[in-house]
């Protein structure tokens, strides 16, 4: 699936089962949020951190594959309601990172 399709796809969703697109400042919190919730299980699968009920390895990444799913929700509404096309902006970064980090990161003696 194309990002520009997922876009299409969540703002039908929206507005048809979500009915409106909150604000942005919550979609914003919201996002802080589920940030906060990868941030709570790369703590637990990959730190020191444990869960209170364990998991198996397949439902720890089930778990961080839904979570970070979530994420990509959020920054989707936000990019939709703020009219930015995700396509066209990634494309863009990508050629950004190329350009500035051309060198930097093989010049870089801690890597």
């Given at each position: 699936?194309?990002?520009?399709?997922?876009?299409?796809?969540?703002?039908?969703?929206?507005?048809?089962?979500?009915?409106?697109?909150?604000?942005?400042?919550?979609?914003?919190?919201?996002?802080?949020?589920?940030?906060?919730?990868?941030?709570?299980?790369?703590?637990?699968?990959?730190?020191?951190?444990?869960f209170k009920t364990p998991l198996t390895p397949e439902e720890q990444?089930?778990?961080?594959?839904?979570?970070?799913?979530?994420?990509i929700w959020v920054v989707t509404?936000?990019?939709?309601?703020?009219?930015?096309?995700?396509?066209?902006?990634?494309?863009?970064?990508?050629?950004?990172?190329?350009?500035?980090?051309?060198?930097?990161?093989?010049?870089?003696?801690?890597?």
């Amino acid at each position: 699936m194309q990002i520009s399709e997922y876009q299409q796809l969540v703002d039908k969703w929206i507005k048809t089962i979500g009915v409106r697109y909150f604000s942005e400042l919550t979609n914003m919190a919201i996002l802080t949020e589920e940030v906060g919730e990868v941030s709570r299980l790369i703590a637990r699968i990959y730190g020191e951190q444990s869960f209170k009920t364990p998991l198996t390895p397949e439902e720890q990444i089930q778990k961080l594959a839904d979570e970070l799913a979530d994420v990509i929700w959020v920054v989707t509404c936000l990019a939709n309601q703020t009219g930015i096309d995700l396509d066209e902006a990634l494309k863009k970064n990508i050629d950004k990172k190329t350009t500035r980090d051309i060198k930097r990161h093989t010049n870089n003696e801690k890597l």
